[in-house]
């Protein structure tokens, strides 16, 4: 693969405390994009805010648009955070939003983000898709169809793709491969139904796998890859 847009939960970065950031969590996928990096392939970014707030499920009485707008605000500031952590390592990184941020990022053109990949930098994209009612998973493959990657790579809690959910029924079975059609049709929670017909519609293949496995961002582009591989062909 040449580029590709990885997507990491907000969760993750809180590592074991559940809130904010863990700094050591943020080191261990930064020293893995670099891997990446050196390996040639153009890494973009999308991270969610659920380590700040959770959207619509945060609050009963805060209206659904600012709920989910404090949300798109919680992506800012951690993509904010991990492309500084990421500086540290020596890489160069470029933050973009669908809204403006003063100085803090850029305003989000497909041109410039693909101009800023193919010079090497690790791309961000904060912000989601700058409206309420549509998720992180929504702007990741929004993005991931503008910027031409690849494939989709999913960080998540779990190491795959099951036929229902492993933390509550043990005998849950997991997919090596399985196609897009069959996501839909199983109404599997790989990513939001929005996200999985737009990658369905958009030939955009996606690799799921458990963000907490030793090296497994970059064990997912290689064969020594454990986690599942969504298909749209």
């Not at 659904?64 to 605000?73: A, H, P, V, Y």
């Not at 101009?115 to 993005?143: C, I, M, Q």
Request: glycine fraction near 10%; charge should be negative.
């Amino acid at each position: 693969m040449k580029r590709i847009l990885l997507k990491l939960s907000g969760e993750a970065l809180a590592g074991g405390k559940g809130f904010g950031f863990d700094e050591e969590t943020c080191l261990g996928v930064a020293r893995q994009v670099k891997v990446l990096l050196e390996q040639g392939i153009q890494v973009a970014i999308v991270i969610g805010g659920g380590n700040f707030w959770r959207g619509r499920n945060s609050s009963k009485i805060i209206e659904r648009t600012k709920s989910d707008q404090i949300g798109m605000l919680g992506t800012v500031m951690n993509c904010i955070y991990v492309s500084e952590i990421f500086r540290t390592l020596g890489m160069k990184t470029k933050v973009y939003t669908p809204f403006l941020c003063g100085s803090f990022t850029e305003l989000f053109a497909k041109d410039s983000a693909v101009e800023a990949l193919e010079e090497g930098k690790v791309v961000f994209f904060a912000g989601g898709t700058g409206h309420p009612y549509f998720s992180t998973d929504t702007g990741t493959t929004l993005r991931a169809i503008e910027i031409e990657a690849d494939a989709i790579l999913l960080a998540k809690a779990v190491d795959g793709v099951y036929d229902s959910d492993p933390k509550t029924n043990p005998q849950a079975k997991k997919f090596d491969k399985i196609s897009i059609q069959e996501v839909v049709d199983r109404r599997l929670q790989v990513v939001d139904l929005t996200s999985t017909i737009m990658c369905m519609e958009n030939k955009m293949p996606m690799v799921v796998f458990g963000l907490n496995e030793e090296n497994s961002i970059v064990k997912a582009l290689s064969d020594e890859f454990n986690g599942t591989y969504v298909t749209v062909d």
